[in-house]
């Protein structure tokens, strides 16, 4: 099999493989396999920029009095 790393999402209720990231919905891990084969496992080539949510400013200075 090509994904060896599917685990249970208990949240989603899906099968999904942590490698590639496919998921199946089928309702035990042996069908989940079997939808999951003819797919290829690799990971997506996709560089996540990480959501920095801008500059922030710092410059603030409050004075206390
Ligand atoms: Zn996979």
Redesign the pocket.
């Given at each position: 099999m090509?994904?060896?790393?599917?685990r249970w999402n208990p949240v989603t209720q899906q099968w999904f493989?942590?490698?590639?990231?496919?998921t199946s919905d089928q309702a035990n891990v042996d069908a989940a396999f079997e939808q999951?084969d003819p797919?290829e496992?690799?990971v997506p080539a996709v560089e996540a920029p990480r959501a920095e949510p801008g500059t922030e400013t710092v410059g603030l200075m409050k004075k206390p009095y």
């Open positions: 090509k994904h060896v790393n599917v493989c942590i490698k590639c990231g496919r999951l797919y496992c690799h």
